[in-house]
């Protein structure tokens, strides 16, 4: 098994308090909205995320008993007391609350009302809906230079109301969910793309504005429930959540699952249909594969309701995981999201900082040039030149400390390029740069590979066979198959790369970079050696 350095975050639950905290981040978002209208220039901005509070009773009662209580508690407009002393579950879930349909809604077509996502400038806004998504409101000390207004702007957590470059990938995941709602069906729609391509903040996107629409009573009510692999012990763990945001009862996970293979297997015309966000799924399969199987059979039982939409950062993760036959069989719906360009970086950091002028085209060009060739990934384009405006600002603090005040007012493309440099400069690639040239050179191999198949893990045996390729290509001396799986240990001890320890040495073990690819990538470009650059520039 692959070892990840990934660890579970817990987050305390508790009902009353989510309710409290439910009114109070409405009571704020009236009064940022109020702000808002007077400050005009950040209406597009919606706050980063938080993990939701809610409060919890517990129980070990049978299925029907629990989806009853379950019912009662959640379509009722008063909060339950809870029976025992709240209880702190581990991971975080975003269980919605329910509505009451005043009419009945029939089947549509989904092509037909699909809202485009809203584009900067429209001066919509989200407002909380029924199914809210986690959301922290950041308080805003007035009045902010357009510096710090940049920096805000630019900062990761903060995602916009629109999402550029992502229209079609949103109306895409927006038809299947939507008509799975209104038609009663399960459906199981597959996302796959490298990290920082907007995945998981499309598909929130997605969720806000279905749930806006239920809301509206534009679409049967539906219940969302998030489940990230990241946050889970075991792959198992998901049972338990998703059933206790269906029932609001917790299970262990071996009867969870029992008692949610029951429920699907159930006729029930009241069932709302669920929609459950699996995000990074890629850490849940390689623990175990049952997991993934139920997840994605489950939608295809006739009476489930259940859509799952599934956000992997590997292509052919199903393919792996369950064989061929049985994922064919699945028939999941596949979306990917292509890395950005280095166009769509520009348009993805432009659009954040409409109305902030602070920053010269070229500056922002030559960011998105660099980030666009390497990775395609929005995080570290937005990364970059939050710290160009830090940059610019220390150098502007210190220049008046001095006594010699400067008159700068614009990120340029020379401080972008020191921001770039120190941001390349991380110890990862730090660390690269200082391997020996077999080290680097396996890396390089592991990179090539991933960027053929297109998957993050790659196998012992492909990577050892392009290795070789490449002494031949550099005309250096190839190392003995002792010496390779030594070096790839080696790679191991310094966290430069996760293996599957239970198979070292053996051709299927399963290795992937514990890098960015793209620190590897640079740490080669930095480094002498002009044929591995070439290689990696190939
Ligand atoms: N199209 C986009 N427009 C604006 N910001 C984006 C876009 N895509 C990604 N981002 C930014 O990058 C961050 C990471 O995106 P995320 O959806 O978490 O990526 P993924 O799930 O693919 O790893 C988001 O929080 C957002 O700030
Ligand atoms: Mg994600």
């Not at 919606?46 to 299925?63: F, G, H, I, N, Y």
């Not at 989200?126 to 230079?145: D, G």
Request: aromatic share 4%.
């Amino acid at each position: 098994m692959v070892q990840t350095t990934c660890q579970n975050r817990t987050t305390p639950v508790r009902r009353s308090a989510r309710r409290r905290s439910y009114m109070n981040l409405q009571e704020r978002l009236e009064r940022m909205a109020d702000e808002m209208e007077t400050d005009d220039e950040d209406k597009d901005f919606s706050p980063p995320k938080e993990d939701v509070e809610d409060e919890t009773p517990t129980s070990d009662d049978a299925v029907e008993e629990t989806e009853q209580k379950g019912r009662k508690t959640r379509g009722s407009k008063n909060v339950a007391t809870p029976r025992k002393r709240p209880r702190q579950v581990s991971s975080t879930l975003t269980p919605s609350k329910l509505y009451t349909p005043r009419k009945k809604v029939g089947n549509r077509t989904p092509s037909s009302r699909i809202p485009n996502t809203p584009t900067l400038g429209s001066g919509r806004r989200w407002k909380l809906s029924a199914t809210p998504l986690p959301e922290r409101l950041q308080e805003r000390s007035t009045p902010r230079s357009e510096f710090e207004k940049a920096r805000e702007r630019l900062h990761v957590s903060v995602v916009p109301d629109a999402l550029p470059c992502r229209e079609t990938e949103f109306a895409e995941i927006y038809g299947h969910v939507e008509s799975a709602i209104n038609e009663g069906t399960g459906c199981c729609v597959y996302i796959s793309g490298v990290p920082g391509t907007g995945k998981t903040a499309t598909v929130h996107r997605v969720m806000r504005a279905l749930s806006e629409a239920a809301e509206q009573e534009e679409i049967s009510p539906f219940q969302f429930v998030e489940i990230n692999g990241m946050k889970l012990t075991e792959p198992s763990q998901s049972y338990s959540l998703l059933l206790e945001a269906l029932t609001g009862q917790k299970f262990s996970a071996a009867h969870a699952g029992d008692l949610l293979e029951k429920r699907f297997n159930t006729v029930s015309p009241d069932r709302q249909s669920v929609v459950v966000l699996m995000d990074e799924l890629d850490l849940l399969v390689t623990k175990n594969q049952t997991v993934m199987y139920n997840f994605f059979n489950w939608p295809n039982l006739a009476h489930s309701r259940l859509i799952v939409v599934a956000v992997a950062n590997t292509m052919d993760l199903p393919e792996r995981m369950l064989t061929n036959r049985v994922s064919s069989r699945l028939g999941l719906t596949r979306i990917n999201f292509q890395p950005y360009t280095h166009q769509q970086l520009i348009e993805i950091v432009q659009s954040r900082l409409e109305r902030v002028r602070c920053f010269e085209k070229d500056a922002i060009v030559l960011c998105a040039r660099k980030v666009g060739a390497i990775s395609g990934d929005a995080r570290r384009a937005l990364d970059i030149c939050r710290r160009g405006v830090e940059i610019l600002e220390a150098t502007l603090r210190n220049a008046e400390a001095a006594g010699k005040p400067l008159d700068q007012k614009m990120v340029t493309m020379a401080v972008i390029d020191r921001a770039v440099k120190e941001m390349f400069a991380s110890p990862a690639v730090q660390s690269v740069q200082r391997a020996s040239t077999h080290q680097r050179l396996f890396l390089v191999a592991i990179v090539r590979n991933v960027r053929r198949g297109g998957t993050a893990e790659v196998e012992y045996g492909q990577v050892a066979d392009e290795h070789i390729r490449l002494c031949k290509l550099g005309n250096i001396q190839n190392p003995n198959p002792s010496d390779l799986i030594a070096v790839c240990a080696q790679l191991a001890t310094c966290r430069l790369l996760l293996v599957e320890f239970s198979r070292a040495g053996d051709r299927r073990q399963r290795i992937r970079l514990n890098v960015n690819e793209e620190d590897v990538i640079t740490a080669v470009r930095n480094g002498g050696e002009e044929w591995l650059r070439r290689l990696v520039e190939a």
